[in-house]
Nanobody, 124 residues
Framework: QVQLVESGGGLVQAGGSLRLSCAASGLTFSRYFMGWFRQAPGKEREFVAAISWSGGRTYYADSVKGRFTISRDNAKNTVYLQMNSLKPEDTTVYYC?????????????????WGQGIRVTVSS
């Protein structure tokens, strides 16, 4: 049974930092392209960041480039999202996702497993 479990969310002041973690189980993690997405109520899902199998390639949305860093530890079956210089507009629910393919892209359509989501709130 494939499972992705996010942790590390919470409340932080603008300009602060948080690190999200996503622990995977039930899959060959090192063969999964991993991504982070976010979605506010009533809004479309938004791509945040993604990382290749080995971690050698990373991809970011323009809105988070230079502030967020995605990384992975294949020995721990975990992907991370380090979020710095947080802004109130970063407030929403963040989802970890995995795609059983070499490149999962930014749309979310190729991702076949998703976490339950974790809330991040940035106060002004």
């Amino acid at each position: 049974q494939v499972q992705l479990v996010e942790s590390g969310g919470g409340l932080v002041q603008a300009g602060g930092s948080l690190r999200l973690s996503c622990a995977a189980s039930g899959l060959t993690f090192s063969r999964y392209f991993m991504g982070w997405f976010r979605q506010a109520p009533g809004k479309e899902r938004e791509f945040v960041a993604a990382i290749s199998w080995s971690g050698g390639r990373t991809y970011y949305a323009d809105s988070v480039k230079g502030r967020f860093t995605i990384s992975r530890d294949n020995a721990k079956n975990t992907v991370y999202l380090q979020m710095n210089s947080l802004k109130p507009e970063d407030t929403t629910v963040y989802y970890c996702a995995g795609a059983n393919t070499y490149y999962g892209g930014r749309s979310g359509d190729a991702y076949d497993c998703w976490g339950q989501g974790i809330r991040v709130t940035v106060s002004s």
